[in-house]
């Protein structure tokens, strides 16, 4: 069990009378590129807010770090980095403000902590910005200090929720060089969501979830030979169907939606 | 208990709050229409408890500016939970009783501000308001903030529809205004409505500023400390549950 980062048993989640993970088991090793797959509402966000422990699951267990996400919370924070897909940080502060708060919350002492922001802020390329009100940053400088930020207290994971959605190819490239460089140097485990398939065949290891269940998981290249395909988009379509999903939106996915085309336009 | 992550909560919402100058001049305005405009009004038809309707009405004003601003501030977290920078919040390894106390007190000290700045009106509308009366009324001002903070954070911890927001709010904060005593005296009044009025913790809040700024009383002072006292402790403890609950 010594090298192994994540491990999820029988894990469940129901919503009233959604079942929105139904009894899914898989793991991930220490410094692994994991990859989680599927498409819109399959279980995916669930999962992850389950496993960063802003969920309880209804039945099965989570253990990251080797601490149980129900009974070890805040444990499991300290170790962990959370990239969310929505940006969560804070507009009317500036970089360097909303990094002091990060690192007072997660308990790095003072004199720590102001070389730790001017390393990642370095490391992200955003240094000479420390001062500048976050609103008046673009799309990929905020998620750029987001990565820093979730680097901050040195965590063992870092979980990505669809790290380069909305951003510009330059952009992305120079966030997914990051990512792999940081998997080398660090050996942080790297746990990921993403649509972009392309990025998918850079993880070691994917699982593919729909309608809640794991339905398939591997290698890429253990995928693409299974299904005698030659990429992991045609993997993700033969597993999850061609077919578009007939999807209502709720209000949550509503004004999700709207606020991603909001920052969009930035 | 993590004081260190509550102050910081604590202070975050106070620097952000500053750099919002748009409300910022909403709790100045809001002051000047009822009591100048409301005030000057009404004062030529009526008086009421042997003083003018203006200066009856202005501790049921700093009450205004209390609940709403209070209510304000918490409204925040419903958004903030889903896709705001509470998320960052609540995935950090800090106590949620730390979470909630720090957007509590940060609530308060953001609706006690706005509850100055209609205190600052009283030479306007000559009200004269003795030194020793004054320091107690900043604390009371504080509580009462508090307590309407609490309710709020209540509120929001409850609720997971957006859109139901503004009817809560209207069906909460109005009525709890209206039925406190800040505009109509509250004795001598139908059962039913008294009811509510004895129910409502705002109406105790309003009595002790009314009481401080006036000298005019309907509760035992002693009453009125308690229902606040205790309303805040539950409402603080229902808060910490539900932050606990994760769901």
């Known amino acids: 069990m010594d090298n192994i980062a994540i491990s999820v048993n029988n894990l469940s989640k129901s919503f009233s009378q959604v079942l929105a993970v139904d009894n899914i088991s898989f793991s991930v090793e220490k410094s692994e590129i994991f990859g989680f797959l599927g498409p819109n509402g399959a279980g995916k966000t669930t999962t992850i807010n389950i496993l960063c422990t802003l969920l309880l699951p209804t039945s099965g267990e989570a253990i990251v770090n080797g601490f149980n996400v129900v009974t070890y919370p805040n444990e499991v924070r300290e170790s962990i980095g959370i990239i969310f897909q929505d940006p969560s940080l804070d507009e009317r502060l500036t970089a360097y403000e909303n990094l002091n708060f990060h690192g007072m919350i997660y308990h790095i002492v003072p004199q720590i902590r102001k070389t730790r922001i001017q390393e990642v802020l370095n490391m992200v390329g955003l240094y000479l910005k420390k001062d500048h009100i976050v609103r008046t940053f673009s799309g990929g400088m905020r998620r750029r200090l987001e990565i820093a930020r979730g680097l901050m207290h040195s965590p063992q994971i870092l979980f990505l929720d669809e790290p380069t959605i909305g951003l510009d190819p330059q952009t992305r490239q120079h966030i997914w060089d990051y990512i792999l460089s940081l998997s080398q140097r660090e050996k942080i485990t790297i746990f990921l969501t993403t649509h972009y398939m392309d990025e998918a065949e850079i993880c070691q290891r994917v699982g593919i979830i729909d309608h809640g269940k794991i339905v398939s998981l591997g290698s890429p290249l253990a995928l693409k030979n299974k299904y005698k395909v030659s990429s992991l988009n045609e993997v993700f379509l033969e597993v999850t169907g061609r077919d578009i999903r007939e999807e209502g939106a709720d209000e949550k996915e509503r004004l999700g939606g709207f606020i991603r085309a909001r920052n969009k336009l930035r | ?247």
């Open chain 2, 1 to 247: 208990m993590d004081f260190d992550a509550l102050c910081m909560i604590w202070r975050r919402d106070l620097i952000r709050h500053f750099r919002d100058r748009v409300r910022l001049l909403g709790s100045v305005t809001r002051p000047v229409l009822w009591l100048l405009i409301m005030g000057t009004g009404l004062r030529a038809a009526f008086n009421v408890a042997g003083v003018s309707y203006t200066h009856f009405i202005f501790p049921g004003i700093i009450a205004m500016n209390l609940i709403f601003a209070a209510m304000i501030s918490t409204i925040s977290i419903i958004w903030d939970r889903e896709f705001g920078f509470l998320r960052e919040i609540l995935v950090a390894p800090i106590p949620r009783s730390s979470i909630v106390l720090g957007k509590a007190l940060s609530g308060s000290t953001v609706a006690f501000i706005e509850g100055l700045f209609v205190l600052a009106f009283a030479p306007v509308i000559k009200i004269n308001i003795p030194l020793v009366h004054l320091l107690l009324l900043l604390p009371l001002m504080f509580l009462i903030a508090f307590v309407c903070t609490s309710l709020g954070i209540v509120i929001a911890a409850r609720m997971t529809s957006f859109e139901g927001f503004g009817v809560i709010s209207n069906f909460i904060i109005m009525p709890m205004f209206f039925l406190s005593g800040a505009m109509f005296p509250i004795d001598n009044l139908p059962h039913w409505i008294s009811f509510f009025i004895r129910l409502n913790p705002l109406t105790y809040g309003v009595d002790l500023l009314r009481r401080v700024t006036l000298d005019i009383k309907v509760f035992s002072i002693y009453i009125d400390f308690l229902y606040l006292s205790v309303f805040a402790l539950v409402m603080l403890s229902i808060g910490v549950f539900e932050f606990n609950k994760r769901n």
